[in-house]
């Protein structure tokens, strides 16, 4: 995991066109580089179609520095994206949590950042992988369909907070490097969706005041999701 920084923000025009890429695009923008080059010695056309395509696969992993808010009891967005919904739900039945959560929907395009950041700080309690389908995941229903990967943490503050990464109809790798028994940290990068997707996050109902609403554009690791109650 990557630790979140806590230096000064950088608001320079460099920090914005120029982001750091994430190490799991590294191969595939390296790969589209020098096969751009070897194309533009063959064609001018297909050396201007691969370069554009590199220049894509670095957007497509760009890894831009976030400042995460200390404010207490605070749930910080794991993604980008536009919120789906706010709703009651039952946490997954694959991490085994009893009783009633609120669940934050985060929907994520092939145009915002797919790294993701943990939403608060804690122990990995358990990590689960579901495989399953690829339909659009703007549905309710690719919670349960869809190909998947599901985290528990034991929040410092005692409470069950579960986050799931969730493949979409172009997503087609889920990349979560948590490990069971970890000590995570808020805003700190754990994982990505690979071009876009969608993020549940599930708080534990009644202890939380949710500070968003659908449709609310949402930054990793800035964006406060939900405060816990007093």
Known sequence: MTKNNTAKPDFSIKSYLLPKIAPEGVEIFAIAVVSALLLSLLSNGLGMIAFAFAICSYYFFRDPERYTPDTKGAVISPADGRVLFVKKADYPKELGVKGEAVKISIFMSVFDVHVNRNPVSGKVAKVVYVPGKFIHANLDKASEDNERSLTLIDADGGDKVAYVQIAGLVARRIVNNLK??????????????????????????GKYDVKVMA???????????????K
């Open 180 to 205: 069971e028994g970890a000590k995570v940290e808020t805003g700190d990068r754990f994982g990505l969706i690979k071009f876009g997707s969608r993020l549940d996050v599930y708080l534990p109902a």
């Open 215 to 229: 449709g609310q554009k949402m930054v990793a690791g800035e964006t406060i999701l939900a405060t816990r109650k």
